[in-house]
């Protein structure tokens, strides 16, 4: 076999053991005696020599390529190296240029090695060691070095890795000033232009959108408009002043606009921006400027089963004869017009002009066709393109028109005229007005002139159409293509479903109520009660009362109530304030014959103590019906009701309805000294009534002294240090043993001693009665019932849970009677207006959850401690049981801090928004006026979340947010999973947002528990991970209730408490989206209607973006060809918060290893990422913050107060963004106005536009 060309082995060849080829007669292979006869024996090669010093400098081995040409060989050497910062293989091209030519490849490469070695060794001698031939070319590329001008000294760097970098970037940097020249230029105008062209979006993320989606949203955005023409901002067009038209004209000239189009978006608009806006939306892409091009993104994909020649014919027609895509799809359809362009041509033409006759080469039935002279077409300028194909240039403009012509001469002619106009620099719709123009001239009889032949006819016709052009402006573009626009199928507008709430809302909007009134008489009610008071029942109730301390003051209270608007009582836990004194009232009136107009209101902080109260006064009026209560979802009175007990939120509700309570009497507010939110509007949407309600009196409670402390402004707390207290208990004569007893009952775990406590009690009490234990939450009520569970008797105990979360029918089964002890587990919500019969022992483990509290021990205040005590024996001796110091108490505050501020302010903004213009100037009326920046920051919140504008008006987002009683964030993932219709998944991760982890993960078991979780992995997101790891509980038969499936979930580290948690608030969540009527009252989490996109992964992550915005983060890590992304371990990557700089993934999240996450913050040593969640890009385009548009830069900057994120797209993505964002919130407002629920389902082409976008991140999915 003859040696391998091109292959050139070292000195050392031939010297292997191995077994080879023969040698010939010469004892030398042929190669071997070339390179032996190229250098004298002993010499240094040059290709050697190149490996070498690759060698040393930790490179790559080079590559050394020959080609051949007809002047001989010519070299191209390659080296590259692996960058160990990157791991990227990096690569640079060395030739001279001029090619050098040598005689042979084997000079090639010796001669193309030394060319390498001057380019990056030139600093050293090296043409001592070469050969001969080689050390002389070394010698001219060395004279060639020294008169090299100063841009190409790069060439010559010892490092050409390092010197191609600095080549692109500059040659990045000038191709950016070349470009921003250009649009410069092409306004005509030689200044220098204002408008930046800045490289921040060329490493950007891009935003992708596939044609067939784009024509969707297009359609969806015309559809919405006319929908919701009510609703959309900015309908109505700004006019522009005379006096900045031509400023404004010369930018639009100068980003690239046509001055036509330019002068007619200047008569709608009046900025540049939004005039580009509505230009970039209006013009078809042929008519955008360069800049706005839509080329770089995705506009159509082919498969091999294709019908090529069918697609040629389409894109043929499309891009050279400047026909629409769908009229060209459409006809192309049918293989008549595949086969035969002629006929395509004629039956486009005949769409053009409104002619709906057949399409069809037979003319017989026209007797006259239209005869081509060649020399009047060269005469023209005209040429054949072909044997049939006739190409006539226009005069005045840069246009051909292109007839078709028959070989038998039967067209063109009248019924027949295949033609077309071609032209670059005219937009395709003015070619075919041209063709119009013409077609319908053909058609006439008198096209043809006296003498005149087809060729001149026809370029008269197109010449004094495009002079009509010039002298009047170019037509409108709808008037050219109204024939050949697509015949949409009309959208029926989408089913109202009245919903149970609609009429209700509807007469709340004029501030009456329907509830029923009493038609009973004054005397009859004054009947009526004398009669209950001689009931014997009765008077042993009232003998009891009588004992109350309020009796004493009775007279008193009267007499001051009846001669002022508003007093105020106080008192001592148990003496008879919430109980006694609405009752004086209503006796008053009714013994005055004024019962027909008695309506008193008394609010109570928690719904517990509304029903309890309510409860134990109709009782104590032998349930005459003159007693009712009403909570959120529920309500028990009738048209004899005179008290209604309800929670403060349901008369708060009423006044932001625009109900003046005109039909009240009295409100009596209730344990104000609590402070809380809704307390603390309630007294200042009181005050502004009292000044148009004269009949209206007012009744404050508070707790006895705390009148004293309303000037009171809490201070920071005061730390304490363990060496403090321990100076303190020696001070006393306390021993070391003591005091390190006492250190372990501070320290004590909160469920285990009072559950030894209550153990204690049972087992050394002779009076048997109820036992109240006061805990912090939830989850220590259920610790502390499975410990009691285990040790005491439950034969002879009844142990009971008491807590905001439980439903009314269970919460009221602590007051019930039995014969067992009473263990009653609760949180403060029975601190206050509850009274349960039985209970003589409190346990107060001194502790309360709540949004701020002292940061050192997290004890409750005194006021809570000693509500906790009044208690205990209430209507019979009790005893109080504390577990803390003294010390301890005396560190406690004296009253808790008001609620309005330790809480998040943007609940509160956005609830007194809705009835009050200035928010700020209210809540400076407020008894403790929140700080101003917490205002901003607050404001600042809503305006992330689209509760408010801009302009600081109210959203109809913010609206529907404001009607739902949870937090704000929450609140709209909630709206818009009703919206999109995937209710369940976000109720259980709204409920897994509000609940402890469902993981637990214990420290010997950490890596364990991770592994469990992985196996729940879904969507790159710890919050779907979470779901659907409840989603599998669920699957289980009695997945809370049975020993078996617990201990199956604790070997999967799920915590069952957590799933009951999750459970619970799913159906809390739901009840409040049924009662504003946004879904049907008799829906369930699981309903099918509400469930339909439940399985859109993409959906859910916008969603859960959209509650969470703008707690994002994000990090891109891309090699240098931007082809492939490599595969790095969490700790490699840096993430950098929206708001907080860099912040850390969490190991313990499913993403750690991911590279883009957006979360919510947890702050320890560092601040880390918890719940995260990778969302696609259109998520945050659609639910992430405002989105501005870059005309010239091409891109997209989604917007935060403190930050923004860049994407690369084209701007008229951004256009249709915000045209589909509008139109959301325009659905809400017309769901708002019209108090009814809409059934959105496939009829809503915004809606279903959004899901498409959602559902593959603007890519298609067919």
């Not at 008037?479 to 949409?488: E, G, I, S």
């Not at 947010?961 to 704000?968: F, K, R, T, V, Y």
């Not at 870059?1190 to 994407?1207: M, W």
């Amino acid at each position: 076999m003859p040696p391998r060309k091109g292959i050139v082995k070292s000195g050392n060849a031939g010297n292997s053991s191995k077994s080879g080829k023969e040698p010939t007669a010469s004892g030398q292979t042929p190669e071997a005696s070339e390179e032996k006869s190229l250098f004298p024996p002993g010499s240094k090669w040059p290709s050697s020599l190149l490996q070498e010093r690759c060698q040393k400098n930790g490179w790559e081995k080079p590559i050394i390529d020959t080609r051949k040409h007809a002047n001989g060989w010519s070299f191209i050497i390659t080296l590259s190296r692996i960058n160990k910062k990157t791991s990227e293989k990096e690569s640079v091209r060395l030739e001279p240029h001029p090619p050098y030519f040598c005689p042979s490849p084997l000079h090639a490469r010796h001669w193309g090695a030394t060319y390498g070695l001057h380019r990056f060794c030139n600093g050293l001698q090296l043409n001592r060691v070469l050969p001969r031939g080689p050390a002389e070319y070394w010698n001219d590329l060395a004279a060639e070095h020294k008169q090299v001008p100063e841009h190409m000294k790069w060439m010559y760097e010892a490092d050409p890795f390092a010197a191609r970098k600095q080549v692109n970037e500059r040659q990045a940097r000038a191709a950016e000033k070349h470009a921003q020249k250009t649009v410069e230029s092409s306004s005509g105008n030689t200044r220098k232009s204002n408008l930046p062209v800045t490289s921040e979006f060329s490493q950007a993320p891009e935003v992708r959108m596939a044609a067939a989606l784009r024509d969707q949203v297009e359609e969806a955005v015309k559809q919405g408009l006319a929908m919701y023409s009510r609703g959309v901002k900015g309908s109505e067009p700004l006019v522009i002043p005379a006096n900045d038209v031509q400023n404004v004209m010369q930018q639009l000239i100068r980003l690239g606009f046509n001055s036509q189009n330019a002068r007619s978006a200047i008569e709608f608009l009046s900025k540049p921006s939004p005039i580009a806006d509505k230009l970039l939306d209006a013009l078809p892409e042929r008519f955008l400027p360069s800049v706005n091009s839509s080329n770089p993104f995705i506009t159509g994909t082919h498969s091999g089963s294709d019908d090529l020649k069918a697609r040629w014919t389409a894109e043929r027609a499309i891009k050279e004869a400047g026909w629409p895509v769908y009229v060209v799809k459409e006809l192309t359809a049918d293989a008549r017009y595949t086969d035969d362009w002629d006929l395509l041509m004629a039956a486009l033409g005949k769409k053009l002009i409104g002619d709906d006759s057949p399409t069809s080469k037979d003319t017989t039935s026209d007797g006259e066709c239209f005869q081509i002279d060649t020399e009047e077409a060269e005469a023209f300028g005209g040429h054949f393109e072909g044997a049939h194909h006739l190409a006539m240039p226009m005069f005045s403009a840069s246009a051909t028109l292109h007839v078709m012509v028959s070989s038998d001469g039967s067209y063109p002619c009248r019924t027949f005229s295949p033609m077309y106009i071609t032209g670059q620099s005219i937009p395709a719709y003015l070619r075919l007005h041209l063709l119009s123009c013409l077609l319908l001239a053909v058609q006439d009889s008198d096209f043809l002139g006296d003498g005149e032949g087809f060729c001149t006819a026809a370029m008269r016709c197109l010449e004094a159409a495009w002079a009509e052009i010039e002298d009047n402006g170019p037509p409108d573009i709808s008037d050219v293509l109204k024939n050949v626009l697509p015949v949409r199928p009309s959208t029926p507008p989408p089913e109202i479903l009245a919903s149970t709430t609609a009429t209700e809302k509807n007469q709340s909007k004029s501030g009456k109520r329907t509830r029923r009134k009493d038609t009973r008489s004054n005397e009859q009610i004054k009947a009526d009660f004398d009669k209950i008071c001689q009931n014997e029942k009765y008077r042993e109730i009232l003998s009891g009362r009588q004992k109350l301390p309020s009796f004493t003051v009775k007279a008193q209270f009267l007499n001051l109530l009846e001669s002022n608007q508003v007093v105020v009582v106080v008192g001592e836990t148990g003496c008879g304030k919430t109980t006694q004194l609405p009752q004086f009232i209503l006796d008053a009136m009714i013994e005055s014959h004024q019962g027909s107009s008695a309506s008193i209101l008394v609010t109570q902080p928690r719904r517990l103590s509304a029903i309890g109260v309510a409860s134990r006064v109709s009782t104590e009026r032998l349930d005459d019906g003159s007693v009712g209560y009403a909570i959120r979802g529920e309500n028990s009175h009738s048209m004899n009701t005179k008290l209604l007990f309800c929670t403060t939120g349901i008369v708060l509700r009423r006044l932001s309805l625009g109900d003046k309570l005109e039909d009240v009497s009295h409100i009596v507010v209730d344990e104000v000294h609590e402070r809380s939110v809704d307390s603390d509007f309630l007294l200042l949407e009181l005050k502004e009534l009292l000044k148009h309600h004269s009949r209206l009196k007012v009744v404050l409670i508070y707790l006895e002294d705390f009148i004293q402390e309303l000037d009171y402004r809490p201070s920071a707390g005061k730390k304490t240090t363990n060496k403090s207290q321990e100076d303190a208990l020696s001070s006393q004569g306390l021993d070391e043993k003591t005091i390190s007893a006492i250190q372990t009952i501070t320290r004590s775990e909160q469920c285990r001693l009072p559950a030894a406590l209550v153990s204690h009690v049972v087992a050394t009490s002779h009076k048997r009665g109820g036992i109240l234990i006061f805990l912090p939450g939830v989850q220590e009520i259920r610790q502390c019932m499975d410990i009691l569970l285990g040790t005491l008797d439950r034969n002879d105990t009844e142990i009971l849970p008491l807590h905001a979360n439980l439903s009314s029918a269970e919460q009221m089964r602590v007051f019930a009677k039995t014969s067992k002890w009473k263990v009653i587990a609760a949180t403060n919500v029975a601190e206050t207006s509850i009274t349960i019969d039985d209970v003589i022992y409190v346990v107060d483990a001194g502790k309360v959850k709540e949004v701020q509290y002292d940061s050192e021990a997290n004890f409750s205040k005194i006021a809570a401690a000693r509500q906790r005590r009044g208690r205990a024996g209430r209507t019979q001796p009790g005893t109080c049981y504390k577990i803390y110091t003294r010390k301890q108490e005396e560190n406690m505050a004296k009253y808790s801090v008001p609620e309005i501020l330790r809480v998040p302010l943007e609940n509160i903004s956005l609830a007194v928004k809705v009835t009050r213009e200035d928010v700020d100037q209210y809540l400076a009326r407020a008894l403790s006026p929140p700080n101003v920046n917490a205002l901003d920051t607050a404001w600042s919140i809503l305006g992330e979340l689209g509760a408010v504008t801009e302009q600081g008006k109210l959203t109809s987002l913010g609206r529907h947010i404001s009607m739902l009683p949870i937090d704000l964030r929450l609140a709209k993932m909630l709206i818009l999973g009703t919206i999109f219709r995937c209710l369940s998944p976000i109720l259980t991760i709204t409920a897994c947002l509000s609940s402890k982890p469902l993981f637990f993960s214990p420290i010997d078991k950490r890596e364990e528990a991770n592994q469990a979780r992985l196996r729940f992995m879904m969507g790159n997101s710890d919050l779907l991970t979470d779901m659907n790891a409840y989603d599998e509980c669920l699957r289980v038969p009695d997945c809370i209730g049975g020993k078996p499936i617990r201990v199956d979930l604790e070997q999967n580290f799920i915590s069952t408490a957590t799933v009951r948690e999750i459970s619970t608030l799913r159906r809390d969540y739901l009840g409040p989206l049924a009662a504003i009527g946004f879904i049907p009252l008799n829906s369930t989490p699981n309903s099918p209607d509400l469930n339909v996109n439940s399985s859109n992964e993409n959906l859910l992550k916008s969603i859960i973006l959209g509650g969470l915005w703008p707690r994002s983060a994000i990090k891109f890590d891309k090699v240098q060809g931007g082809t492939v992304q490599r595969e790095n371990t969490a700790k490699e990557f840096k993430f950098f918060d929206l708001r907080e700089g860099r912040v850390f993934l969490h190991p313990s999240s499913v993403l750690f290893g991911h590279a883009s996450w957006k979360s919510a913050k947890a702050m320890t040593t560092k601040m880390f990422l918890r719940d995260a969640t990778e969302v696609p890009i259109w998520a945050i385009l659609l639910f992430g913050g405002p989105v501005s548009i870059n005309h010239v830069g091409g891109g997209l900057k989604i917007s935060t107060r403190d930050s923004h994120i860049v994407l690369k797209s084209w701007p008229r993505i951004g256009i249709l963004v915000n045209h589909i964002r509008e139109l959301l919130e325009a659905k809400l407002q017309q769901c708002v106005e019209d108090g009814a629920m809409l059934n959105e389902g496939d009829n809503s082409p915004v809606i279903a536009a959004i899901l498409a976008l959602l559902t593959n991140d603007g890519m298609s999915g067919r």
